[in-house]
């Protein structure tokens, strides 16, 4: 079913998009714990290759919870090398569909590009590129205790996802 | 002209003893108590083409694994040493491999990387191959006339290809030695890795990580072996650990750091080296200390060999594929400055389905793309290939454990952990190749 949110309790787009860009913004402040409180405690963050199937294949990202904690732990507590100098990034999302909506649970679609840039000594091999990482996102969101949305699964299929990548350390 | 002039020759020109540059065996220094290799081994076009024309077109260079071809019809490709091939199951059950290149104006058959196809048509014109190369079919043949000879236009074979425990390798050199004959003492580590499975048999995931980096192939060729890093490169794995709460683990990564320690690092003959751990990755891969997995071991290996088969290795086949316990590690030099490579996790036969999908959870987080290991290691590899810029200071150091290495029976040079042994040994092989005149025409 598909709600325009009208009922006040499904899903409305607009709805949707505060809880995307919140997201986004997060991401994009370094404000990663506070990224965190965005998921459910039984939250998936998933990027897949080619057959999707987590247990035939090895995706990009497979983060549980606990894993999820942990990328956040090394981004936020470790120095990184991959992270020194950490990535600005950009977080742009687009073409925001509520592709289907309960009172309390909705699957959500948008397109992502993330622009990311290292700056450090932008004459040195590796730094000073701006990259571009487009992908098609779907989340899953539910209806928190206190009536806010939460991210229950976040998947991204990157456009380029079977094609070498050159260090994906930050938060896509 | 100054010398960074006079080397600065253009990629994929050809190159020959006669126009060196300079000279090669001035490259590497194995002095008593002291082993250098100059900077410029990672940044000279000249000597890339060299090293394509007289390492990489004269090794076996790993192309594939058996599972990935397991049915008749079944092809996957792959790139030999810059050359594009395609690696087929034919319908007599045999591995075929030949060039991706049509016998008659040079266009590539096959545009994906894996499928399954008896016959490869080539869109230009379709001529028609069976999956093992014979031409069977040209479009409007009459127009060739009768007296056209088409015995010679079947695809060509790569040169040589052989197999050793499902491991598919290929080599553009007619005249090279019998792989086994290659690998040497390497053999007996290959055999342990397999072993890992009770049915002696591994596979390979479905997916591949790929990652590239701006820098030389040689610098993941030196890490993969190297035991002197880890504390410092993978310090925020470390502290990931430390969170995780698990003090054991911490307490091995100390012992490791420890003269007589059981680890080492080894380089063999012929370039090939390993670092090896009797007590296992750092915190990671625990599945191995699982009775029922070690119990299906010791039924199908005898106990005996059970230590041999679960010491963890990074062993190196020179220079192209590592054998890490997660994944196959496949190398693919791009340009002096640029470099591709495919982690390919492997899945252990004849046990239980979930230890092999934990497998690729912890390969993920360690080796992936998005890792909190390897990522951390590939900045290494920019940070080296920033520094080498600088060719005033001339010499990378490579001397650690040269004094306190012994030298076994078979050849193999046995070093603590931290040595930088099997280092010394991919470059005396680099230093013999490169040194043999010209590769294969």
Known sequence: MISDGASGAALSTERAEAVLFEEAARLDARAFDAWLELFTDDAIYWLPMGVEDPAREPSLIFDDRARMEERVFRLMDTAAHAQLPPSRTQHDITNVRVVETTADWARVACHLVVHEVRIGDPSQVGLGDVRSFPGRCEYVLRHGAEGQWLIAEKTVRLLARELPQYNLTFIV | ?441
């Not at chain 2, 080599?171 to 030695?177: E, F, I, T, Y």
């Not at chain 2, 003492?185 to 049915?199: E, F, K, L, N």
Request: glycine share 8%; net charge negative.
């Open chain 2, 1 to 441: 002209m100054t010398r960074s002039q006079e080397h600065n020759r253009v990629p994929g020109q050809q190159a020959s003893q006669d126009d060196d540059p300079f000279p090669l065996d001035d490259l590497v220094l194995d002095e008593p108590y002291r082993f250098r290799v100059d900077g410029r081994v990672y940044t000279d076009a000249h000597l890339f083409a060299l090293e394509m024309d007289r390492i990489w077109r004269r090794s076996w260079l790993y192309v594939g694994h058996e599972s990935e071809i397991r049915e008749p019809g079944d092809y996957r490709t792959a790139v030999l040493a810059r050359e594009p091939i395609i690696l087929s199951r034919g319908e007599d059950g045999g591995i075929h491999a030949v060039f991706n290149r049509c016998m008659h104006r040079g266009a590539a058959l096959c545009r994906d990387d894996r499928g399954h196809a008896n016959h490869f048509r080539c869109p230009y014109h379709n001529w028609v191959y069976r999956n093992d190369g014979t031409l069977v079919g040209m479009a409007q043949k009459s127009g060739y006339g009768s007296h056209f000879d088409t015995s010679e236009l079947d695809l060509v074979p790569v040169p040589r290809l052989e197999a050793y425990r499902g491991l598919i390798f290929a080599n553009l050199d007619p005249a090279a030695p019998a792989l086994q004959e290659r690998l040497g003492p390497s053999a007996w580590y290959i055999d342990q890795w397999a072993d890992r499975s009770p049915t002696g048999q591994m596979s390979v995931a479905e997916g591949v990580h790929r990652y590239s980096y701006p820098g030389n192939w040689k610098f993941q060729l030196e890490n993969g072996v190297d035991g002197y890093h880890g504390n410092y490169v993978h310090d925020s794995f470390v502290k990931i650990l430390h969170r995780a709460g698990d003090r054991s683990r911490q307490d091995v990564v100390r012992a490791r750091n420890r003269l007589g320690s059981n680890a080492s690092a080894k380089g063999l003959p012929r370039g090939d080296g390993l670092l090896e751990r009797e007590d296992g990755m750092l915190g990671t891969f625990d599945y191995a200390s699982r009775d029922e997995y070690r119990r299906s071991l010791v039924e199908a290996h005898g106990s005996a060999r059970l230590q041999d088969i679960l010491t963890q290795r990074n062993l190196l086949i020179f220079p192209s594929v590592y054998l890490f316990e997660s994944h196959i590690r496949v190398i693919r030099p791009i340009s002096p400055t640029s470099t591709i490579v495919d982690t390919i996790p492997t899945r252990i036969e004849g046990i239980d389905d979930a230890i092999n999908t934990e497998r690729l959870r912890e390969h993920e987080r360690f080796f992936g793309p998005s890792s909190f290991g390897a990522t951390d290691d590939i900045e290494i590899f920019v940070l080296n290939q920033t520094g080498v810029q600088a060719e005033v200071p001339r010499w990378l150091d490579f001397s650690r454990g040269l004094e306190r290495e012994r030298v076994a029976d078979n050849g193999e040079r046995i070093g603590h952990s931290t040595d930088e042994a099997p280092q010394r040994a991919i470059y005396r092989e680099w230093r013999r190749m490169m040194l043999s005149g010209e590769g294969p025409s």
